[in-house]
């Protein structure tokens, strides 16, 4: 069973249109997360969910809004995509939120391409 | 702030050289290290973790071990194999900011036979 996983794995768009990425964990975590890595293979948080509530919101865009409907997934809805969005985007997930030495699993990430 | 600084890539082996990939850290609380591995294509694994000062982590015959005195967690493989060719990751976690992860910028390996 895959503990993480992300749908689509490969998503090629065109610019300006809306897509989403869809996250589930099956580990009984109560945190989820959003990363970006760019081609640099540069790893950026966007996201995080605690419960269901957001958490962390880095500097992204507001054409990116996460959804969590449950604790069991966390989606990213993007908005009027651009060529910049164009990266790997990796949910990942930890058992507790805040706890000391927390591991966060990572799903197989969502490599999107913006045409 | 918390960040990491990691050993620039790439880093090309022959099959049973020495590996080391350079880590340090600078944290405004106390926090916990980690490696984490990317084979192409996939998303990262954890490798290997320590939670405090003087901890050695290790998994898959690497190492590394958490240095407070120079803030260093360097990760060690005594003997590379062609299937540890990947990209390494150091992070850190602080519980004060909520465990959030600040990853390095990642270390390519290439092995050779």
């Known amino acids: 069973d895959t503990a993480v996983s992300q749908t689509p794995k490969y998503l090629v768009t065109q610019m300006g249109n809306d897509k989403s990425i869809k996250c589930e964990q099956n580990l009984g975590h109560d945190t989820m997360y959003w990363y970006k890595q760019d081609s640099k293979k540069f790893l950026k948080i966007m996201f995080s969910y605690n419960n269901k509530e957001l958490i962390i919101n880095e500097t992204v865009p507001n054409r990116f809004s996460p959804k969590s409907p449950d604790k069991a997934h966390l989606n990213l809805h993007i908005n009027s995509l651009e060529l910049g969005d164009s990266a790997v985007y990796f949910c990942?997930?930890?058992?507790?939120?805040?706890?000391?030495?927390?591991?966060?699993?990572f799903g197989p990430g969502t490599r999107l391409l913006v045409l | 702030g918390d960040s990491v600084t990691q050993m620039e890539g790439p880093v090309t082996l022959s099959e049973e050289a020495f590996l080391t990939i350079n880590c340090t850290y600078t944290a405004t609380g106390y926090p916990s290290l980690f490696w984490y591995v990317q084979y192409p294509g996939e998303g990262l694994q954890l490798l290997l973790k320590?939670?405090?000062?003087?901890d050695k982590g290790s998994n898959k015959g690497f190492e590394a071990t958490y240095r407070k005195e120079t803030t260093s967690f360097h990760l060690e493989k005594g003997s590379v194999q062609v299937s540890d060719s990947a990209v390494y990751f150091c992070?850190?976690?602080?519980?004060?900011?909520?465990?959030?992860?600040?990853f390095g910028t990642g270390t390519s390996l290439t092995v050779i036979p």
């Open positions: 990942a997930s930890s058992q507790l939120w805040g706890g000391s030495g927390e591991t966060q699993y």
């Open positions: 992070a850190l976690s602080v519980m004060d900011t909520g465990n959030q992860f600040y």
């Open positions: 320590a939670t405090k000062a003087d």
